[in-house]
């Protein structure tokens, strides 16, 4: 009886949290760009458990840090050095974080705080909404990424087994070749290579996905990358400092079924953007590559949240750089 009302409140406590998701703009942020890092009640992650955070320090130095934690560590602020020394020297990046952003953000960790207190009877865990672990997407294979493993294998095995052959047939006598015969097979095999190239290029090049390059798209969306996590704006993302405007969709919706162009480019090193569907397959990637901007046409044919992964190894929290789409 006892387990059972557990479960219940379990259950309760995290359909109250999912109904809550995108109620205020600091969850929001929090879920995008501190969520990777940062628990509220739910223990150290890559930073520490926020837990109280607003109690614990001045007002005015948590919003200072939350707004440009990168110069309070240039500027050596004792505390700033002191977690640095704590948190194995990982800096806290500058995530673009406005002045009423960083409000909304101390309101809700305040606020959240609050909550895990009332709750303690539960455990914290629940209540925090982690973001997806690496292990979901890629966990259990099955499907196409099965297939693509045999298909590898088996592969690799016929390549192995062909050098195999070659090295062997290099120690033996070199055998007399009938030139005329020679020549006559090479020219066969020329033919064939070629009708089968061109006849495989003819079939599948119009299926290629890239769709309606002429059309103009029925949306922009402008996208930076930057460790670790991605803004989205409609107008072009060119610095740190406009991520932090109000311009930047805090949880972006697109319409299923419209033409959407990301343009996509990073404020620091090369990262990838990638779209998962529910099934977690990939329907579009490029790269977020500094001083570049790379165009991904894409149609999301469901409506749903699709994920975005970064697909470059960019740093030490590169697993948790990720993002959602909703589309409706
Ligand atoms: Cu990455």
Redesign the pocket.
Known sequence: MKKFSAMIATLFVLIMSGGAIGANSGENSFQLKCAACHSIGGGDQIGPDLMGVTKRRDPNWLSQWIIHPDKMLNEKDPIAMELLKKYNQVPMPNLGVTEAEARDLIDYIAAQSETQKKDSAVPAQQTTQEPPSAGVFFGGLKGVQLTALVVFFVLSTIVVFVFWQIAKSTRQPVPTIDMKSAYKLRKWFFFGTAVLVFGTLIATLPKTPYPDDFQTPDRLVYVAAKQ?GFSFSSEPITSASDAGQSTIINSLELPQGALIEFRVTSLDVN??FALYDADHSIIAQTQAMPGYTNRLRVRFPKPGTYQIL??????LA?HL?HAAVTVR
């Open positions: 670790f990262h990838g970064c697909l470059e190894y960019c740093g590169h750089m």
